[in-house]
């Protein structure tokens, strides 16, 4: 497609059931990102992927928290053991490379009860 | 570490007023600096970029210079619109080859007509 795909694009879960959420980056594009919007928190940085390089998840928050990418295109970013303060908007975004401009998808609200 | 402090909101404005959004920014090195917007239900959009000293980035009639003596980014518009209203995050990038983007924690603005 033109555009980062996410999917699905809302997720209501019960606490401590596992969500997979789904990045479909721009054709072409070697760089994916994953980011968590929290109400009032801004944007938070999670993981980048780079072509076949080692993943940096740096930003993950807890172990809880993985992602991978097959392929070096489509991504899933997994979270097991939902909690309630796990819940917000999960972006994916890509880039033809490090360094160039970031696309963003419409990202995936999640809301675990 | 890098960090981004813009101003806090919401903002509202009427429509044709002029706009101001600061963002200073506190990074290592030469960073590059952007404007992402978030329209109601969509996705994170590049507004405009710079990416060196002096620079000015514009879009949409929107504009930002980089201004490295103060550290800042204001983002400025000189009419708004209704459509205008939106979620605006200041964001940089750290130069030599950095990937991530550290963003400030978005200011919300509306425009009635």
């Known amino acids: 497609g033109a555009g980062v795909s996410q999917s699905p694009s809302n997720k209501v879960t019960e606490k401590g059931k596992d969500v997979e959420l789904r990045c479909d980056p721009i054709?072409?594009?070697?760089?994916l990102y994953w980011y968590r919007q929290s109400l009032g928190q801004g944007l938070e940085f999670l993981i980048y992927?780079?072509?076949?390089?080692?993943?940096?998840k740096s930003g993950l928050p807890s172990d809880r928290f993985s992602a991978e990418r097959t392929g070096g295109s489509v991504s899933t970013l997994t979270i097991q053991r939902t909690q309630q303060e796990d819940s917000a908007v999960y972006l994916c975004?890509?880039?033809?490379?490090?360094?160039?401009?970031?696309?963003f998808g419409e990202g995936s609200w999640l809301t675990v009860v | 570490g890098d960090s981004v402090t813009q101003m806090e909101g919401p903002v509202t404005l009427s429509e044709e007023a002029f706009l101001t959004i600061n963002c200073t920014y506190t990074?290592?090195?030469?960073?590059?600096l952007f404007w992402y917007v978030q329209y109601p239900g969509e996705g994170l959009q590049l507004l405009l970029k710079?990416?060196?000293?002096?620079d000015k980035g514009s879009n949409k009639g929107f504009e930002a210079t980089y201004r490295k003596e103060t550290t800042s980014f204001h983002l400025e518009k000189g009419s708004v619109q209704v459509s205008d209203s939106a979620v605006y995050f200041c964001?940089?990038?750290?130069?030599?080859?950095?990937?991530?983007?550290?963003f400030g924690k978005g200011t919300k603005l509306s425009v009635i007509p």
């Open positions: 975004a890509s880039s033809t490379g490090g360094t160039d401009t970031i696309y």
């Open positions: 054709s072409g594009h070697t760089a």
């Open positions: 992927f780079q072509g076949n390089s080692a993943p940096d």
């Open positions: 990074a290592t090195g030469y960073p590059s």
């Open positions: 710079a990416t060196k000293a002096d």
């Open positions: 964001a940089l990038r750290s130069g030599a080859g950095s990937y991530q983007l550290t």
